[in-house]
DNA sequence: ACCTGAACACCGTTCAAGT
DNA sequence: ACCTGAACACCGTTCAAGT
């Protein structure tokens, strides 16, 4: 069988959506990919790396609306960012620590300063997005294993949340 | 040798601050004390539970002053458990892994809510506090092996990114 | 270019048994 | 109450070698 590198990738994301970060190891990917473990070494220096790669794929569709007011075209790629993290089995996870490395340069913080023309801003909205997905991920997972009840109004507060920064930002 | 509960969090604090969060093994843990890793389990259940007692120690020391304007409290609090988090190495990661596990159930989040009348605008300021603190210690640790040039205003940046918040809240 | 097979140095957790 | 010793089922990564 060959794989190139965007097998390997789609292969990690597909044992990701089926096991959980947990269980994302590179073996298991191999295995998934009818491969030894060593395999992906050829395709990819180690581990942390392939994590970058599945992040950047997650949030491969994600964009800013150009046309509308500064505010909308912000919330519309929040929206979307959530949207694509919440698509897949502890997406927010794999995207917020991805980025977290590289805060500053990443893609989506940089067409956020553009919109928004405010560095901190930016930031402040995409550490929000992150934070807020990764704890909606989260407690979506605990409350379907029936370990805590579960918050009907999660996007109620992103959307609560995010108009707080809007409002201190525009 | 006899450990308790508290001797084996403090240990447990000892290996992290040494060798940081990737190394803080179960195994590494009881190792520095002294002891079988099967040993740990008779004082904690998984290491899940002993990461959320680390947690718990790093912030023991924070709360919210109890005199002066709304906005100074909450900034005073941001303030401390970001030093707090600071003040030992992998602290933000560790903190804000256990606090997304109980989102909405935090001592923090109850004493912000608290003092500001608002649980929308206390989560998100709190998961601003970990994505910032989280962001500044990675960065830290980058430009002390050289992997990146040092960014001379993170305290700036997390002060601006609060005052923003405030400002939208208050 | 892409992969195998075997190895190295680790993990978290369980469990019977000891004191 | 606190711990040992041994085991189970895993990890990420390296490296010589094969096609």
Known sequence: ????LDDVVTG?????????LEFCSMRRVAGHLGVQPSALYHHVP???????????????GVSTPDAGPVEKRAYALCHD???????????AD??????AFRLGASR????????????D???????????????????RMAASVGAVEPDDDLDGSFDRGLEIILRGLC
Do not use: C, P, W
């Open 1 to 4: 069988m060959v794989n190139r």
């Open 12 to 20: 990690a994301l597909e044992v990701l959506d089926a096991y959980g």
């Open 46 to 60: 180690d581990k942390q790396t392939l994590l970058a790669l599945m992040a950047d794929r997650i949030v491969a």
């Open 81 to 91: 960012l959530r949207a694509a993290m919440l698509g897949i089995r502890d997406g």
């Open 94 to 99: 794999v995207v917020a620590t991805a980025s």
């Open 108 to 119: 989506l913080e940089a067409e956020l300063v553009d919109v928004l023309g405010d560095r």
């Open 121 to 139: 801003g930016s930031r402040t909205l995409l550490l929000f997005v992150f934070g807020h997905t990764q704890a909606t991920q989260m407690h």
